[in-house]
């Protein structure tokens, strides 16, 4: 199995604070991302990253930004959580852009 | 909206019974993936299919990409317990960026 590492695994939080979940990867892989998952909606990609420093949004982007400082992390953050963000977030990687991803174990997240 | 549309969104089957669940894409793929997930758990990889027309089995599980490249199906064949989850495409679009259909929920009775 790829070395995908999220954190936390659960987490419970109120509306309007600030959360930052975290993937760590050991793969040396090029692009990472992060998903949500959500009945009848699948796996919406929020946002993704090409490179150190070098990301780009996906479809479902507002109320969320990412940094990517290091080749092995890459962190997503709501500057202030709402209930419509309450999800399952997935991290992914892949060595190259149309190559196959290697997910993450998935992070529960619940905004009150 | 979703880039790609996945048919059934739940299937029902009886074990040993045959199935088949399509995903259909407006735009022509750059490479057409399936993921299974676990109810609970994180996407594991099936297959790839990235030319036209192309088709690959693993075990009793086929899939094919139609000629155009913009619609795919997995067929699974007597179909049993271990097989139930959530069956979902994904797709790689300009930029990189992969997205996913809504996923198809199999339930296989016993």
């Known amino acids: 199995d790829a070395g995908i590492t999220q954190s936390p695994r659960h987490k419970v939080t109120e509306t309007g604070t600030p959360v930052t979940l975290r993937c760590h990867q050991t793969?040396?892989?090029?692009?990472m991302y992060w998903y949500r998952q959500d009945p009848g909606h699948g796996l919406r990609l929020i946002h993704y990253s090409y490179g150190v420093k070098d990301t780009d949004k996906g479809e479902v982007s507002d109320g969320y930004s990412v940094s990517r400082s290091k080749t092995e992390d890459f962190l997503l953050t709501l500057e202030s959580a709402t209930s419509s963000q309450t999800s399952v977030y997935f991290c992914?990687?892949?060595?190259?852009?149309?190559?196959?991803?290697?997910f993450g174990s998935g992070t529960q997240l619940s905004v009150l | 909206s979703q880039e790609l549309e996945q048919s059934p969104q739940s299937l029902i089957v009886q074990e040993g019974k045959n199935l088949t669940i399509n995903c259909t894409s407006s735009k022509t793929l750059y490479g057409l993936y399936w993921y299974k997930q676990k109810y609970g758990e994180g996407l594991i990889f099936l297959m790839m299919?990235?030319?036209?027309?192309e088709e690959k089995s693993h075990e009793k599980i086929t899939a094919k990409l139609d000629e155009k490249k913009q619609q795919s199906s997995l067929h699974i064949t007597a179909s049993q317990p271990s097989h139930a989850g959530i069956y979902l495409c994904g797709a790689a679009f300009p930029n990189n960026d992969m997205r996913f259909g809504a996923g198809t929920r199999l339930t296989v009775k016993p």
């Open positions: 992914a990687i892949s060595g190259q852009g149309n190559e196959k991803l290697f």
């Open positions: 793969e040396n892989h090029r692009y």
């Open positions: 299919l990235q030319k036209g027309g």
